[in-house]
């Protein structure tokens, strides 16, 4: 071992990846949506500023670990063996007190700043995450997708809790909806990337059971998923706006299918921004930034808008809320286009 690696300091740029800014940047999409569900248009912004602040740190914190876990398969992978640790410039040491520093630091937030509940379910899904999807159910069960998607679907339920304290139905529809996205989400990442998880000895369902067996339970996983997003509507927490949304976005997902059943997964999906698991990039330009694009042009020009936490049409609140939230749709959409932008490999 390089004992000179302990001495010298890590450069901000590795640090930064090491929390894969990617990943936590569009999670706080969701417990940005997560919040404003249950805000209702009565918006905190001082507890939504820490509400970001708090998770972020966690994410954060949760993407560290998975590098320092994940270290060794990662050198296997093409797409993951130029990482820090794999190449040795920062070490174990670094990355654990890294990750130390950022999971205390974002307990401390939620904790001081939200509440006892939200504090929970973020180190819930830290422990889900770190604990037992990358430490063990990754590397030895095809259920592993599963696991993390569990993990996924905590961050819209930190953004609710902020507000409520307490998970009512709004909540676990949230969860529900985020846990059946990520598994034909994931499914068709290790499509995608195949050959690569084989060389790191991952046991995941393409792998385990076939592509085929993949392929033919993926309209049943979009169909549940599809199904769900649509709970929110018929108990009464969202408008016709939102509905329109996902019946448009549903039947292009079914209609793309049904015109072209023997696509790749990839193909159908698009890559989404909303997975905790370790995505990269696959599929064609994202259907998730258009649906993303969608449903914030269409609720803040409907009369729903006032349930969205960054609309800019609740002139009564004042000409400061005003700006944050102005400020804070630019801020996503900017990011939401940047991912757009980006050149997809196309599946093979």
């Known amino acids: 071992m390089n004992t000179l690696a302990f001495k010298a300091a890590p450069s901000r740029r590795d640090l930064l990846s090491l929390i894969k800014p990617g990943i936590v940047l569009a999670n706080l999409v969701s417990v940005i949506g997560g ?9 905190t912004w001082s507890l939504l500023d820490a509400t ?3 998770a972020a740190l966690i994410l954060s914190a949760g993407c560290v670990f998975n590098n320092l876990i994940d270290r060794d398969i990662d050198s296997f992978m093409q797409r993951t063996r130029q990482r820090p640790l794999t190449q040795g410039r920062i070490t174990p040491t670094q ?5 130390t520093l950022l999971l205390g630091s974002g307990a401390w937030v939620l904790g001081h700043y939200t509440n006892l509940l939200t504090l929970a379910v973020s180190l819930t899904g830290f422990f889900v995450y770190v604990g037992l999807y990358s430490l063990y159910f990754k590397r030895h069960s095809w259920l592993g997708v599963w696991v993390g998607s569990i993990a996924g679907a ?12 307490h998970l009512g139905p709004g909540a ?4 529900l909806i985020f846990c059946l996205w990520q598994i ?17 000895g991952l046991r995941l369902l393409p792998i385990t059971h076939g592509e085929e067996v993949v392929r033919q339970r993926m309209p049943y996983y979009i169909g549940a998923f599809l199904l769900a997003t649509l709970l929110p509507f018929f108990q009464g927490l969202t408008g016709p706006a939102y509905l329109l949304v996902m019946l448009t976005v549903g039947g292009g997902l079914a209609g793309n299918h049904l015109e072209n059943p023997s696509s790749s997964p990839p193909e159908i999906l698009g890559p989404g921004p909303f997975s905790l698991l370790d995505s990269g990039p696959h599929g064609n330009p994202s259907i998730s930034a258009e649906v993303f694009h ?7 020009v409907s009369p729903f808008g006032k349930y969205l936490p960054w609309s800019g049409s609740r002139a ?10 102005s400020s804070t749709s630019m801020k996503l959409r900017i990011m939401m286009a940047r991912i757009e932008k980006r050149k997809w490999p196309r599946a093979q």
């Open 52 to 54: 970001l602040w708090g």
């Open 184 to 200: 034909p989400h994931a499914h068709a990442i290790a499509l995608l990337h195949l050959e690569d998880y084989r060389r790191a």
């Open 294 to 300: 969608s449903v914030t042009g269409l609720m803040e």
């Open 316 to 325: 009564a609140q004042g000409p400061q809320n005003r700006t944050v939230g």
């Open 154 to 165: 905590i961050p819209p339920l930190m953004g609710y809790t902020a507000v409520t304290h």
């Open 95 to 99: 990355a654990l007190a890294w990750g």
């Open 172 to 175: 676990w529809f949230l969860f």
């Open 35 to 43: 919040f404003g569900l249950a805000a209702r248009g009565q918006v």
